[in-house]
């Protein structure tokens, strides 16, 4: 008993290490607070206190984005109630907004060991593949924004262990049902890409349709995960347009486009497919976008773990793909790409984070071979029949076509390569990581302090040609525990009155004297 103890004391210590370890300098890196991440927060916020968002009724499916714009969005529920959460118990900041979003790619991180684990059957697998996890670029830096994006790998990755649970299973029980049709909701209502993901995956659940009652299984977990989208239906009836808007705004599909276009349009997706499995970005490159890619740091995902992933991928096309499991992977893998290529974005890490999640998962068979003892030799003296009784099969000869010490040789310099590119990574990622100063609205909480030093009161807030920053005044206001009663939002294309003090996101203003500028932000005063 006490051993168990100092075992489950140990990893504890262990977990709680590397996650201090994972979110070390966290505080300056991203450095601000980009405004997406000020109304996720101060929704949060809010929801802890009051129980409704900045706009509608309490407890809503939907959260209204920047309820002063007429180009507001609504934005999933599921990461501003987790937060809040968080909030009720902690002070609001940005330290703990942060330590929150990582808090949940790490454990995806952990999981996928937990998952690679069981797949193997092996606990070395498991944890080489959540440390391999933890040093992937592609997961560090999507794990450090503070909207629903750094939620998207945690529920693709407890759907795999509970659909990985069930899939050998001849009869599948209502917990197990319960489990996937949880999985692929809590998908859905974590984050814009994962409705198409989990309608995807819940599609690639026929691979394990292979007798009639796993069948009923699938369709039973069908009608589950149905029941838990009757309150979206029932909102999107209440708000027409509303879960599709985000979608037509980045995409290249029309919606109505007569069949002429549709060929068009599907040729662009063959484009956009086979452009987010460009090796450039995957591995040299990474996202464009500054705030999912601190650039020049290099790729999303390290050139061993490709490799692996790589190796795994012709393994199971070689030698696995009869198993139901192998076939799901495969195709969940294809699948992961589809919420980036419906898109106008090239190679955009946030909407493929179910690809990257699958690449990882693919290391596992890769690992394995690597791992794999070898074959007893046989016996000179062994008749044919017995020769023929112990011939290994098919999977085994391609297993152990290499001798042990050389594959453990492979093996040992794909994981040194892993751990001096990831070094690498991270010294870049840390050297220009905090210089992002544009991409996180560092200026504006210049310009803010700047106006609340003043006397004056209230201060106006103008959004403009930088987005509705209104919402990074009421966040640092929230932190600091000021009353938003010193502040009056402009509605769009109205003008402050003479002599007051305003806060604006516009880089230039008419008939005014200025204050301070910082970045493309400034605080002037209207004449």
Not at 194 to 214: D, E
Not at 243 to 263: C, F, H, Q, S
Not at 296 to 301: E, V
Request: aromatic residues 14%; positive net charge.
């Amino acid at each position: 008993m006490a051993q168990k103890s100092l075992r489950i004391l140990l990893c504890i210590a262990t977990v709680v290490l590397l996650f201090s370890l994972y979110t070390w300098g966290i505080s300056e890196n991203p450095p601000g607070f980009f405004l997406d991440e000020s109304a996720t927060a101060y929704n949060a916020y809010l929801v802890s206190r009051t129980g409704a968002g900045e706009v509608g009724p309490r407890f809503p499916i939907l959260f209204q984005e920047y309820g002063v714009n007429k180009s507001s969005y609504y934005i999933n529920p599921l990461t501003i109630y987790l937060l809040a959460i968080v909030f009720r118990f902690l002070p609001p900041s940005i330290l703990v907004a942060r330590m929150f979003a990582a808090f949940w790619m790490f454990s995806a991180s952990l999981l996928l060991g937990v998952l690679a684990k069981r797949i193997s059957g092996q606990l070395r697998i498991g944890i080489i593949v959540a440390a391999t996890a933890l040093l992937t670029p592609w997961l560090v830096e999507v794990g450090r924004l503070v909207w629903d994006a750094h939620f998207s790998a945690f529920p693709v990755v407890v759907f795999l262990l509970a659909a990985y649970r069930i899939q050998s299973k001849e009869a599948w029980r209502w917990q197990d049902i319960a489990m996937v049709a949880g999985s692929l909701a809590v998908l859905t209502y974590g984050y814009f890409g994962g409705r198409v993901l989990a309608s995807l995956y819940a599609l690639g659940l026929l691979f394990f349709a292979t007798t009639k009652h796993r069948l009923v299984g699938v369709i039973k977990t069908w009608l589950a995960y149905g029941v838990t989208l009757v309150p979206l239906i029932l909102f999107d009836r209440a708000h027409s347009g509303v879960l599709t808007k985000r979608l037509w705004d980045v995409t290249y599909i029309k919606p109505g486009a007569p069949w002429k276009e549709i060929a068009s349009e599907f040729a662009e997706f063959v484009r956009c497919y086979l452009q987010d499995q460009s090796l450039t970005p995957l591995l040299m490159m990474g996202d464009p976008h500054e705030h999912h890619h601190v650039q020049g740091s290099g790729g999303a995902i390290l050139f061993a773990t490709f490799i692996l992933a790589m190796a795994g991928l012709l393994l199971v096309i070689v030698r696995r793909w009869r198993e139901p499991w192998w076939r799901f992977v495969l195709y969940g893998l294809a699948a992961s790409i589809v919420p980036g290529a419906i898109t106008d974005w090239p190679f955009h890490q946030l909407r493929l984070m179910g690809y990257a999640v699958f690449l990882l998962v693919l290391t596992v068979p890769a690992l394995e071979w690597l791992l794999a003892p070898d074959e007893p030799k046989q016996s000179v003296c062994s008749t044919s029949e017995e020769a023929h009784d112990r011939e290994p099969d098919r999977a085994a000869v391609v297993s152990h076509g290499l001798s042990r010490p050389v594959r453990l040789g492979i093996l040992g310099i794909l994981l040194a390569a892993t751990v001096a590119q990831a070094i690498d990574f991270q010294i870049a990622f840390r050297r220009e990581g905090p210089k992002r100063d544009f991409a996180f609205d560092v200026g504006y909480k210049a310009v803010y302090d700047t106006a609340v030093a003043r006397p004056e009161r209230p201060i106006y807030l103008e959004n403009g040609q930088w987005g509705p920053a209104y919402m990074d005044a009421y966040w640092y206001a929230t932190v600091e525990g000021r009353p938003l009663s010193e502040f009056v939002g402009l509605p769009e294309g109205a003008k402050p009155p003479s002599g007051a003090i305003v806060l604006s996101s516009n880089s230039n203003c008419q008939n005014c004297e200025n204050i301070q500028k910082s970045g493309v932000y400034q605080l002037y005063r209207a004449k």
